[in-house]
């Protein structure tokens, strides 16, 4: 009991320290897990909303899809074909490597064709996902902030270009809490692909910011130690581990005892979720579960690190109570050959990412789990080569899942797909609602930092209602 | 006393305010210390900088606008501001009480003193002289140690609070070692300081670990774990393909530097224009390599316009955030929004180093340096063979052969000495590059106008020769240790006590500009700043001042009422304590088990790593080798430092990648931390070699518990303790000998080979005793 009271009194200054609300003292017992009391960890607030979304996964095409091979159609364009863009839409615009170059005008590479009742439009390279083109909701007038992969990556993760802020997943493990026994709430999955330059994606696109730094992404590797020290050292058995993690956690115990400090919890709850993630990350990349069939449907032989083995992870994170779960694949800078390109990536996500869809759907898991798929930004209409340089104005995503209205497009680029020009969507209204489908009022998750009170969606932000079901 | 911790459970969430619960007394009141807090907490944000959210056209952050509109000096009762203050009409009431926010009776008084003594504002802080404040009058004048403690403490009455007592001597004396140079005391040291601490001279023994710890050659390593973040040091290029350089002969300069305690002065001219001093020495062209440290790129099909101009808006970043505090980062695209700089004085400000040859796109040129071992080696071997050379002249021609065949040794002698000559980058004067602003930062856009070096023009002018033409980066360094500068001696007495406290009186020690926390104890760091300055720039005697302060010495520990009260330490009240960064987390096991090879400088080393964890790099490919021998036991900031992929374990504990300027690492507390202690054979390794010290220190088992705890946390184990860890080792022994495989191969962890002396069963099971120490918080602690 008295133990009790003191932990009570340290989690309330720890809490507070740290401005989480009073909702947290709700479940204190958390602060100091042991192996027989796993139930994660409680959540600065509770939901404002009503919960859509129990999870995220963001299939995140990185370095920039182009949004006229794939979601966006526009036959002007392709009238257009190799004459001078209109200085209209380009004269004092942010341009990346065009800059000073011609501005030519260049057709859609692929064909676009009507897939299912909803008679969506889709380019032909992508057939799989039109095979579910009545499970999504295209948005085609996103526009961002940065036009260089890194700051756009920074922005679409944290809701601005400046580093050291924390990735939505963060926000969410901080807000929400993590429902997960053995695994930390917000994972991060990357692949690579053989077409555009796999650019670097780095630590800070899933940092926990300003945030404590339990709410921080884990990367989980595709092949070697899915967790880099991930494995016992030689000669150590799983219970030889446990037996030093028990004797380091009651060490530590005592020593909280004298020196009442706070961290103390903290570190007691990463060694657990340490010591429990080398039980349960390799379980997790085990498919011998998984029918043949399931494999077949994916387009995976194993879990391999491809984008389909990570697509498959994603359905197992998620099945374990992972709340936001985000795969990159690294393959869409295509500065050149952009037919020859897209086509190629396009073949390297476009099954798995339906059969993530289709199999969430037939567990009955696509009713409370958001998908969301799209680039940092998209490419330009103009040709760079044979090839689409950067493009911030106007791009496209599409969500599917959880409280998202199926079936549906919203949203339009001008004629030529320069400038999101019908219902904007700015990546803080994206925010907005996916945090609305969460539950979360995007207004009142905040923390404070500096004195100012900060949020995801920064200053600005709008739910998007018409996209929600 | 009471009433003000309810209050601040009701505020939890918010920073303490500078002097806002002091008991009034009747004083000048000044704007930045008394009145702009509680503006800028309460009102700026609608009435403040931000165009979005400004309500009623009011900007009180704006002198002129504020007393056009809400204020008439003099009459506080005239005054819309105060009126809004002290109103009952909930409808005019400020802040509104949908704002959630709650001004005190005593702010309200302080406004109207403001007021009555003419409401006038004031710049911003940092970019205010230093002014000399009297001492402040304290109390409790028996705490008191130097002049520090006077500040500290007269804040401290203030708010009602008593500091902390005095830690105990192992934790000072254990605190004072990883303070200083970044490794644990060895139980020797704690043992003779713990006994002299308990006599009559307990100053003077605290004293000499002060002074000793401070002479040691590991000052400077642990100066420079510092340093190197801030000047973003790193072994490889950093863009594409970040291929390797050489620039190590800089980082030992550093460390150099800070072991001789080169005046500040000379440090930072050394670095900035070290190559344009007259007759510049060797050391003087290594620390210009400062100025190279920068990511540089050779990725095929860029633009060398483009990349020159990404390495001129990157040295004005970082040269910024280093030597200023100040982040001018965004003024390359346009004018500050919160601070008084222009994109015109980014350019001016790069345009100091546009003298500065190197290689857009490529490989840079090393520039080979020797040492002097090395200069010294040479001129022997020159002296030699011009010896063999006067003796062949005067040998009989049979003889001719064998002295030349001599001669011929010693020049290949020479020739081998040349080629192990290190290189490194320095800067290279020439003729400077055209630098003009670049509108909205397009590097394509040659229309904006031509600029030459100035520094910006809301800090004191620079002064240089009349009939100079063009301001050079000897200019800029003694414009940056002027006096009259308000920075760069703030800014770097800022860090220091960050390094002793765990955080600044400036929190945001990267920042002191508007955006930027403002000081915790503006009158401490103001007199902390011009101390320095008038000592010459002596960084040994700053950082032993504030060690030497009873400040310095308090507990860490706290009360819960304290830390409820002020959960972030502004007000001093206790110690820091915080895990110790990564270099030292691998330092510090290192040197519990004995492997730690103490060597000073040198090339850089390759620790172990993750096979594959490189995979990722590409232009070529290459494989991380693993070092054998002595390199593989260095001091963490020797490690290979790649930018792109930097040593996980490292980074696992926070090391930064050094791509930008990192002034304050974060701290984290991960999972990740607890697989590298658990996991990484450097930590293994380490615990067996430490298993074998404890074995061979004593015999029983108690006894080499306690050995354990002397050796790895300095101090005695409790009984509990004892027990805890008597129970692993009984169990783990009689599993080791049912397993004597499990033994062997746990045992063959690590290039060091095991102790063939002791059986392999007893050696496994204290191994995991080793492990489970060298686990422990505690280990990786310092408070």
Not at chain 1, 282 to 302: C, H, K, M, N, W
Not at chain 2, 14 to 40: G, H, M, W
Not at chain 2, 455 to 480: C, S
Request: net charge positive; hydrophobic share 40%; proline share 5%.
């Amino acid at each position: 009991m008295a133990t009790n009271n003191i932990l009570t009194r340290r989690t309330f200054l720890r809490d507070t320290a740290a401005g989480m609300g009073l909702a947290a003292l709700a479940t204190l017992s958390h602060a100091q897990p042991s192996r027989s009391n796993r139930q994660g960890q409680p959540g600065a607030i509770q939901p404002h909303l009503p919960v859509k979304a129990k999870r995220v996964i963001w299939l995140y095409m990185a370095g920039g899809m182009s949004h006229l091979e794939s979601w966006d159609p526009k036959p002007r364009l392709r009238a257009m074909d190799g004459q001078p863009m209109p200085t209209s839409f380009t004269a004092g615009q942010p341009i990346a490597q065009l800059q000073g170059a011609q501005l030519r005008c260049f057709a859609p590479q692929h064909a676009f064709r009507r897939f299912g009742q909803s008679g969506q439009e889709i380019a032909e390279i992508f057939p799989h996902i039109g095979s579910i083109a009545d499970d999504i909701c295209i948005v085609r007038s996103l526009k961002t902030d940065a036009i260089n992969h890194d700051p756009a990556h920074t922005f679409m993760n944290t809701g601005t270009t400046i580093s050291g802020r924390p990735a939505m997943g963060s926000w969410l493990s901080y807000g929400l809490g993590n429902e997960a026994e053995d695994l930390p709430g917000f994972c991060v999955l990357t692949s690579s692909g053989r077409y555009g330059q796999s650019q670097p994606i780095a630590q800070r696109q899933w940092h926990s910011g300003f945030l404590p730094s339990r709410h921080q992404g884990i990367h989980l590797r595709g092949t070697g130690d899915p967790v880099l020290y991930l494995t016992n050292p030689q000669g150590i058995d799983q219970e030889r581990q446990r037996d030093v993690v028990d004797a380091v956690q009651q060490l530590n115990r005592l020593q909280d005892g004298v020196v009442d400090d706070p961290e103390i919890a903290t570190r007691i709850s990463q060694y657990e979720m340490a010591f429990r993630m080398q039980t349960s990350v390799p379980a997790l990349r085990d498919f011998s579960q998984e029918s043949q069939r399931v494999l077949d449907t994916y387009g995976i032989r194993g879990a391999d690190g491809s984008f389909g083995a990570n697509c498959l992870m994603a359905r197992r994170l998620a099945e374990r109570g992972v709340r936001f779960i985000q795969l990159y694949h690294r393959d869409w800078d295509h500065h050149g050959s952009v037919k020859d390109h897209m086509r190629g990536s396009a073949a390297e996500v476009d099954q798995a990412t339906a059969a993530l869809v289709k199999d969430l759907k037939a567990r009955g898991m696509l009713d409370d789990t958001l998908i969301v798929f799209g680039s940092e930004f998209g490419r330009t209409p103009m040709a760079q080569g044979n090839g689409r340089d950067h493009h911030m104005k106007g791009f496209s995503m599409w969500l599917a899942g959880a409280g998202i209205k199926p079936g549906f497009h919203f949203g339009a680029t001008d004629e030529l797909g320069y400038n999101a020009a019908e219902n904007i969507v700015t990546v803080h209204d994206l925010h907005a609602t996916m945090l609305n489908l969460l539950g979360i009022d995007h207004l009142r998750l905040t923390f404070r930092f500096q004195s100012r009170d900060f949020r995801l969606t920064d200053v600005s932000g709008n739910v998007v209602n018409e996209i929600l079901a | 006393m009471r009433q003000a911790s309810q209050r601040w459970i009701g505020l939890a969430c918010c920073f303490l305010l500078p002097y806002t619960l002091a008991a009034q007394e009747p004083r000048k009141v000044e704007f930045n210390r008394d009145i702009r807090p509680i503006l800028s907490n309460n009102c700026f944000v609608c009435h403040g900088p931000d165009n979005n959210l400004r309500k009623a056209k009011l900007r009180l952050d704006d002198e002129k606008d504020a007393h056009a509109k809400v204020l008439v000096a003099g009459k506080p009762m005239e005054s819309e501001l105060f009126a809004r203050l002290i109103t009952t009409e909930a409808d005019k009431k400020m802040p509104p009480a949908k704002a959630m926010k709650q001004i005190t009776k005593q702010e309200i008084e302080l406004i109207k003193t403001w007021i009555e003594q003419g409401a006038k504002y004031e710049g911003h802080w940092s970019l205010i002289a230093p002014k000399k404040h009297e001492l402040p009058a304290v109390k409790n004048a028996g705490w008191v140690k130097n002049d520090i403690d006077r500040f500290v403490l007269a804040r401290l009455e203030k708010e009602g609070l008593q500091p902390a007592p005095e830690a105990d001597p192992r934790t000072l004396i254990r605190r004072l070692s990883f303070d200083l140079i970044g490794l644990p005391p060895t139980p020797e040291e704690v043992d003779e300081f713990v006994m002299e601490y308990a006599g009559a001279k307990r100053g003077a023994a605290y004293e000499k670990v002060v002074n000793r710890l401070l002479k040691s050659k590991h000052f400077g390593e642990r100066m420079a774990v510092h340093w190197l973040d801030i000047v973003r040091y790193a072994d490889t290029a950093g863009y594409h393909s970040d291929n390797n350089r050489d620039v190590w002969l800089y980082r030992d300069w550093v460390i150099d530097a800070f072991n001789q305690n080169k005046p500040f002065a000379d440090f930072a001219r050394d670095q900035i224009a070290g190559d344009l001093l007259p007759n510049a020495t060797n050391d003087q062209k290594i620390a210009s390599g400062h100025n190279r440290l920068l990511q540089t790129t050779e990725e095929g099909g860029s633009q060398a316009k483009e990349y020159t101009a990404k390495y001129a808006a990157d040295r004005v970043r970082n040269f910024s955030t280093a030597w200023l505090g100040m982040t001018l980062g965004c003024t390359e695209c346009h004018d500050h929004k919160y601070d008084p700089f222009t994109t015109k004085e980014f350019y001016k400000l790069a345009a100091f180093f546009a003298d500065i040859q190197e290689v857009a796109v490529g490989r840079q040129g090393q520039t080979p340096i020797m040492t002097s071992t090395q200069q010294a080696q040479v001129k022997k071997l020159d002296d030699d063979i011009t010896q063999i050379q006067k003796e062949i002249a005067a040998l009989p021609k049979e003889k001719v052969k064998d002295a030349q065949q001599k001669l011929a040794a010693v020049q290949k002698q020479k020739a081998a000495v040349q080629k192990a000559v290190p290189t490194t980058l320095i800067s290279t004067s020439g003729p400077p590059r055209i630098m003009r602003l670049l509108k909205r930062g397009n590097w394509l856009d040659d229309s904006g106008e031509l600029v030459m070096p100035d520094v910006p023009a809301v800090l004191p002018t620079m002064k240089i020769e009349k009939d100079k033409k063009r301001p050079t980066r000897v200019d800029l360094a003694n414009w940056l240790v002027a006096p009259e500068n308000p920075l760069t001696a703030r800014i770097f007495v800022n860090r220091l006590w960050m390094l002793s406290f765990g955080s600044g009186i400036v929190k945001t020690a990267d920042d002191f500009g508007a955006l930027g926390a403002w000081p915790t104890h503006p009158e401490l760091l103001d007199w902390l700043t011009l101390d320095f300055q008038a000592s010459g720039g002596d960084t040994k005697r700053a950082i032993k001042q504030i060690v030497m302060s009873a400040a310095y010495r308090q507990s860490s520990k706290g009360t819960p009422e304290l830390r409820q009260r002020d959960p972030y330490n502004q007000l001093l009240a206790r110690q820091g304590r915080y895990r110790i960064d990564a270099e030292f987390v691998r330092d510090n096991a290192l040197a519990i088990s004995g492997l730690l090879v103490a060597k000073v400088g040198g090339p850089s080393v390759k620790p172990y790593q993750p096979a594959g964890y490189w995979r990722y790099m590409n232009f070529p490919v290459r494989e991380w080798a693993n070092d054998k021998g002595e390199s593989q036991y260095r001091r963490g900031l020797y490690t290979h430092w790649q930018r792109t992929f930097l040593q996980p374990s490292l980074l696992a504990f926070d090391a930064s990648t050094r791509e930008e300027c990192t002034v304050e690492r974060p701290r984290s507390n991960t999972p990740q931390q607890a697989l590298v202690l658990l996991n990484d054979p450097t930590y293994v390794e380490a615990s067996r070699v430490f298993a074998e010290k404890i074995i061979k220190t004593t015999g029983k088992t108690p006894d080499r518990i306690q050995t354990a705890f002397r050796l790895a946390l300095q101090r005695q184990a409790s009984i509990d303790e004892v027990q805890i860890v008597n129970r692993l080792y009984d169990k783990h022994r009689k599993h080791y000998e049912a397993n004597p495989k499990d033994a062997a191969s746990l045992l063959s962890v690590g290039y060091a080979q095991a102790a063939k002396d002791i059986q392999p069963e007893e050696l496994a099971a204290w191994t995991s005793v080793a492990r489970t120490i060298l686990n422990l918080h505690e280990t990786i602690t310092r408070n």
